[in-house]
């Protein structure tokens, strides 16, 4: 059965072009992070985000020993145990360079974060 009134096609036409307008899930959301801790180094130890962007970073210490991400840029701090791993969020962050770093091992366990 057609749709006669003009009004009722517009708004059916309407309706079904609406999933086609939204973003999917997939685009709509950053993948995390993937950020692991070895030999008290950090791996990688430079990634790119997006810009004004939540970011979920998925920090992994593969070492015995406890290490902290702690970065004051990003205002985080966070004790990552031994063979444990922790899971933060950054951002949304303006376009720049932000640095981090081990706070138990500071001379190797150095990195940042690029956001364009």
């Known amino acids: 059965m057609p ?3 003009p009004i009722r096609r517009l708004l059916v036409i309407s309706l079904l072009a609406l999933p086609l307008s939204l973003p999917t899930v997939a685009q709509a959301e950053q993948a995390p992070i993937e950020l ?3 030999d008290h180094r950090f791996e990688p130890a430079e990634f790119k985000v997006p810009a004004n962007t939540k970011v979920k970073l998925i920090v992994k210490n593969l070492d015995p020993t406890p290490e ?3 970065s004051y840029e990003l205002k ?3 004790v990552i145990p031994g063979g444990a791993s922790v899971t933060l969020f950054i951002g949304p962050l303006k376009p720049g360079v932000y640095p981090f770093f081990g706070e138990f091992n500071q001379a190797t ?4 974060v690029i956001v364009e």
């Open 3 to 5: 749709v006669q009134n």
């Open 36 to 38: 692991s801790i070895k």
């Open 68 to 70: 902290e991400f702690e």
């Open 76 to 78: 985080r701090e966070k």
């Open 109 to 112: 366990a150095q990195g940042r």
